[in-house]
Antibody
């Protein structure tokens, strides 16, 4: 059973950089899956941030692309998110998830429990 | 980007009721659509993928249909554990997007 666990600071100052890590257990990050970050502002819907493959290939949400970096550390079986120049609008629960591909579609079959990141001074 | 519009935004129903939620894509996405269930304080759970394929372990009272731009999620007989928020997600493009959610509440 694949498990994902997010970790990182719960409070980030405005204009700072949000940094989170997702540790994968019960499976290899080098499997034929992509790995994603998704966020959910309090009381609102879900927004896909971006994804990474173990080779280091990435795809990002165009609305966040200029501020997002997703990286992978195969030796630690984990991947990470950096979001720069944060504002209060970036306050959200951040989830990491595994992409499951079926045909041409990409779906999220395993999720971390989520971690709340608040942007405030 | 492909916009996903869900309706209704909320629905009140009783245990045993049949509930239908719709999702419309701003452009055709073939059958590349998923449905998720989210309970308060929890991560979303994949219910349906490829519009109509039931994820392993999901009860058969959940079903999905549709293709192109119009999709539906049906719960044939609502159970107490089904009160939650449901999201659709288009899986067709490099930019993955979700619908705004439908909250299923107790009547």
């Amino acid at each position: 059973q694949v498990q994902l666990q997010e970790s990182g600071p719960g409070l980030v100052k405005p204009s700072g950089t949000l940094s989170l890590t997702c540790a994968v257990s019960g499976g290899s990050i080098s499997s034929s899956n992509w790995w994603s970050w998704i966020r959910q502002p309090p009381g609102k819907g879900l927004e896909w941030i971006g994804e990474i493959y173990h080779s280091g290939s990435t795809n990002y949400n165009p609305s966040l692309k200029s501020r997002v970096t997703i990286s992978v550390d195969k030796s630690k079986n984990q991947f990470s998110l950096k979001l720069s120049s944060v504002t209060a609008a970036d306050t959200a629960v951040y989830y990491c998830a595994r992409n499951f591909h079926y045909g041409s579609g990409s779906y999220f079959d395993y999720w971390g429990q989520g971690t709340l990141v608040t942007v405030s001074s | 980007d492909i916009q996903m519009t869900q309706s209704p935004s909320s629905v009140s129903a009783s245990v045993g009721d049949r509930v239908t939620i719709t999702c419309r894509a701003s452009q055709g996405i073939s059958s590349w659509l998923a449905w998720y269930q989210q309970k308060p304080g929890k991560a979303p759970k994949l219910l349906i993928y490829a519009a109509s394929s039931l994820q392993s372990g999901v009860p058969s009272r959940f079903s999905g249909s549709g293709s192109g731009t119009d999709f539906t999620l049906t719960i044939s007989s609502l159970q107490p554990e089904d009160f939650a928020t449901y999201y659709c997600q288009q899986a067709n493009s490099l930019e993955l997007t979700f619908g705004g959610g439908t909250k299923v509440e107790i009547k």
